[in-house]
């Protein structure tokens, strides 16, 4: 379980620069955390996938959005996911690229996509 902190404004950030947003980890491993406005939309993403020692942890948030950009005063909370293991992507496949070659042919290759490339002969 993590146990990541609520807190509401208004902030007046000339005085309060940094807001701490304490989180708490059942074990070693990686946290994921951000900070969501009352509607529930994503602000700041503070941690992607950091790894961590088990218990209680500090972040700082310095008041503005992913793109810098000073949010309002008002009310905010923070949301994290904790993994134990790293997380991973596997590649599958990838979607809208031409087949080689872009039509389908007797041994079964090609095919599905080639409207979506570039001219290919």
Known sequence: MIVAA???????????PEIPVAYSVPAEGFVSLGVYNADGQL?????SAKPVKEGNGVVTWDGTSDLGVPQAAGSYSSKAIFFREKPKADY???VGKSGKPPYRIPDGTGDWGGNLGGPAA
């Open 92 to 94: 599958v496949m990838t």
């Open 6 to 16: 609520a807190w509401s404004g208004p902030f007046v950030f000339a005085q309060t």
């Open 43 to 47: 602000v700041r993403s503070l941690l």
